[in-house]
């Protein structure tokens, strides 16, 4: 293998040697003024594929027209309609000349909502994969195409990963359009921009940049502009491709993008001056900048009254901790810190180990490992036998395994509850995370103890604190320290009191004007005057 490396570097490094860049654009292509040419050209690039149909038609006055489009991606009814019945009309005698059939079937015939018109062959065959049909008239060198695709997608239902008792039922789908009609019903005003583009040098996958223009900081725009257009790869099938491609710490174990389904969660985004990208054919759109108290949040807490939302967000950044740190601590306390223990306590754990043939430390990655499988096997499996399996493996192999003597009873209760405490994050992403550290976190315990929690969750913290979204600190608005965003972070102030926006992700703009909050009759200030 090393020797195949070293050849294929000698001989690119050899006089002569020229890299083919995958990537480099191709060359124009021109249009044949004879459409059996065309014809031949389109079969062949498509390799006679079956769904490809071209046809030759003629005008009423004797001139060829060549229309493609490839069956399914079309809607034939559109097509029938507004090209091939208007190509067809035989009231239109006078179109001897192929200039003026050209412009005639461009500006008035062909009643599609929009024509294009264009040179290059390939811009043709790549309209086709999109749904458009070409037209090409005998004797000329440019070619039209019409967008008449058949929209055949997934209702909008109620997003199946993110539930939520209050707020919106409507998720996104896999169609790109519906998605961004979706955003305009719930922001109806023309600084709401959405700019597309197409990434994958093979699928040609659309993705929409949406932000609104006065909240979103241009700098922010024009990084995801350039992240974006630095993406050289063959194809992109789902965000979490995109994801990868421009999160800016690819290798850090905490996500510095949010995905997420839900339509209020993304609007919420936009309406706090982040960016949204959505990907054809994908229902999880991304969110950016984001912050680590962003995952911790939940769509409810904005829509219960703030005393709830701030009481769940304290249990869920207590339940995260404790899906990161529980099997650690188990170890560090039944290894090397007993007396941290009541004496009643110490004794009943040390008669369930009496027996166990592991370390704590290796029991306990042994069961948080066949958890993880567990929960693979369920996600897996087929509906219908997934819960039996969960049930299954949960009772009767724990048992099992409790009564054999290889796993303490405590063990087991630890991890059942790390694992309910990792489904309470709301961030599932950051759930991920959890799950991957804590097999590091309860090896250190295993040989330093309390210690080596200590250094692992400083080590940590480091980390989190380096990390950017976007050029937002992470830790934002804690680390840095911004007064205005504590009133969204571990607590969830109210609405009257979110007067501004966050400080270091969108722009100064206000949100709530003065003298918002609510007052009783008797208490209100006069007409024509404002609260202080």
Request: charged share 25%; with cysteine; glycine share 6%.
């Amino acid at each position: 293998m090393l020797m195949k490396i070293l050849e294929k570097i000698i001989s690119r490094m050899a006089p002569g040697h020229k890299s083919q860049d995958p990537h480099q654009k191709r060359e124009p292509v021109p249009i044949c003024p004879d459409p059996r040419n065309n014809e031949a050209y389109i079969l062949k690039a498509y390799g006679n594929s079956g769904d490809v149909v071209v046809r030759r038609l003629k005008l009423a006055s004797g001139l060829e027209v060549l229309v493609a489009h490839i069956d399914g991606l079309v809607d034939h009814r559109i097509l029938s309609a507004n090209i091939v019945a208007r190509i067809t009309d035989e009231s239109d005698v006078g179109l001897r000349s192929p200039g003026e059939a050209h412009r005639v079937l461009k500006d008035r015939l062909l009643t599609a909502c929009q024509v294009w018109e264009t040179d290059d062959m390939t811009e043709l065959l790549r309209a086709m994969t999109w749904g458009s049909c070409i037209v090409i008239i005998e004797g000329r060198s440019t070619g039209l195409y019409s967008n008449v695709v058949e929209h055949k997608e997934r209702a909008v239902e109620e997003p199946g990963t993110e539930a939520s008792i209050r707020g919106s039922k409507e998720g996104f789908n896999e169609n790109l359009r519906t998605n961004t009609s979706l955003l305009r019903r719930r922001v109806r005003d023309p600084r709401l921009w959405i700019e597309e583009r197409s990434l994958g040098n093979l699928s040609r996958t659309r993705v929409a940049l949406i932000y609104i223009k006065t909240l979103v900081r241009e700098e922010v725009v024009q990084e995801i502009r350039s992240r974006l257009d630095g993406v050289e790869i063959d194809s992109i099938q789902e965000s979490g491709q995109l994801e990868e491609l421009i999160e800016d710490a690819p290798y850090s174990p905490f996500p510095t993008v949010l995905r997420s389904e839900r339509l209020d969660r993304a609007v919420g985004a936009l309406f706090e001056g982040r960016a949204v990208l959505i990907i054809d054919g994908t229902p999880f759109v991304l969110l950016a900048p984001i912050t680590f108290f962003t995952f911790l949040s939940a769509a409810e807490d904005y829509f219960e009254r703030w005393h709830a939302g701030t009481v769940l967000r304290g249990f869920r950044l207590a339940v995260f901790i404790t899906s990161l740190i529980l099997p650690s601590l188990y170890v560090a306390i039944t290894t090397f810190h007993q007396e941290l223990l009541p004496t009643i306590l110490l004794v009943r754990l040390a008669a369930q180990r009496e027996g166990v043939p592991f370390p704590a430390a290796v029991e306990a990655v042994l069961m948080e490992a066949f958890f993880e499988v567990l929960r693979e096997a369920g996600v897996r499996l087929p509906r219908i036998v997934g819960p039996a399996i969960s049930i299954v493996g949960v009772l009767i192999l724990g048992e099992t395994a409790v009564q054999a003597g290889l796993v303490s009873s405590a063990l087991i209760i630890v991890v059942a509850m790390t694992a309910i405490a990792s489904f309470a994050t709301p961030g599932f992403s950051l759930a991920i995370s959890a799950r991957l550290l804590r097999f590091p976190l309860v090896l250190l315990a295993g040989t330093l103890g309390l210690f080596g929690i200590y250094w692992g969750l400083f080590a940590l913290l480091i980390h989190l604190v380096s990390l950017r979204s976007l050029g937002v600190p992470y830790l934002e608005p804690m680390a840095p320290t911004v007064l205005s965003g504590l009133k969204d972070t571990l607590v969830r102030a109210p609405w009257w009191k979110m007067d501004a926006q966050p400080e270091l992700i969108a722009q100064d703009e206000e949100r709530v004007p003065p003298g918002a909050r609510p007052e009783p009759p008797g208490k209100r200030p006069p007409e024509g005057e404002k609260k202080t």
